[in-house]
T-cell receptor, first 114, second 113 residues
C-alpha cells in the first residue's frame, strides 16, 4: 500500500529559486494538507484542501501556493524560496468518516534553502 | 482558536521506566484527541485516538492515554518503555466542528538501553 507519496525527499535550493513539492494519495481521501515541521515548533499547517477544487490557507501560508490538481494530488509551490523556508514538509490526507479523522502522512520532504 | 500544549519537550528515560507525556488543550467543547508518533527518519503515524466512550484509550505498542475532560488533558502513558520507543510524540486535537487537527509542539523521547 503506497498511502501518501511525496517527491522529492530531499532538495537544496538557492534563495530566489522556485520549486514544487508533489504529493499523491491512493486512499480516495477527500482532504489533503501540507504541514511544515521545524525544531521546537511542531507541525504547522501551511495550506489544506477540504475536497477537490478547494484550497484554504492554514497557519503559515505566506510564501507558498498550492494546487489541488485532482482528488489524488495536492502540490505545494515555493515561488521564490527564502532561507526561512528551510524545513521538513509533510503532506497528509484524511477521509470524511467522522469516526476516524486520523491523518495519514507522507514520508516528508527535507528542503534546504541557501 | 484551539491551542495544544505539550509540557515536556525532551524526556530521557532508561529502559523499563514508566512514561507519562502531558497534553493539554484550550477548547472546552466536543473534542477528538490523537497521539501521533514519529520514529527517527520516518513519517508520523497514529498511536491512538479518542472520539467518545471510555476515556481510557489503548493504542499500539502498549501505549494508552486518558481523557480527563475537567482538566482538558489527554496524557499519554506506557508502563515500561523500550529503546525502540525513542521517537517524537505529538498530541493533536480536533474541535469546534473543524476536521483539521491542531498539533502540539511535540515531545522528544530518548530511551537508553
Amino acid at each position: 500500500n503506497a498511502g501518501v507519496t511525496q517527491t522529492p525527499k530531499f532538495q537544496v535550493l538557492k534563495t530566489g529559486q522556485s520549486m514544487t513539492l508533489q504529493c499523491a494519495q491512493d486512499m480516495n481521501h477527500n482532504s489533503m494538507y501540507w504541514y511544515r515541521q521545524d525544531p521546537g515548533m511542531g507541525l504547522r499547517l501551511i495550506y489544506y484542501s477540504a475536497s477537490e477544487g478547494t484550497t484554504d490557507k492554514g497557519e503559515v501560508p505566506n510564501g507558498y501556493n498550492v494546487s489541488r490538481l485532482n482528488k489524488r494530488e495536492f502540490s505545494l509551490r515555493l515561488e521564490s524560496a527564502a532561507p526561512s523556508q528551510t524545513s521538513v514538509y509533510f503532506c497528509a490526507s484524511s477521509g470524511w468518516d467522522p469516526n476516524t479523522g486520523e491523518l495519514f502522512f507522507g514520508e516528508g520532504s527535507r528542503l534546504t534553502v541557501l | 482558536a484551539q491551542s495544544v500544549s505539550q509540557h515536556n519537550h525532551h524526556v530521557i528515560l532508561s529502559e523499563a521506566a514508566s512514561l507519562e507525556l502531558g497534553c493539554n488543550y484550550s477548547y472546552g467543547g466536543t473534542v477528538n484527541l490523537f497521539w501521533y508518533v514519529q520514529y527517527p527518519g520516518q513519517h508520523l503515524q497514529l498511536l491512538l485516538k479518542y472520539f467518545s466512550g471510555d476515556p481510557l484509550v489503548k493504542g499500539i505498542k502498549g501505549f494508552e492515554a486518558e481523557f480527563i475532560k475537567s482538566k482538558f488533558s489527554f496524557n499519554l502513558r506506557k508502563p515500561s518503555v523500550q529503546w525502540s520507543d525513542t521517537a517524537e510524540y505529538f498530541c493533536a486535537v480536533r474541535s469546534g466542528g473543524s476536521y483539521i487537527p491542531t498539533f502540539g509542539r511535540g515531545t522528544s523521547l530518548i530511551v537508553h538501553p
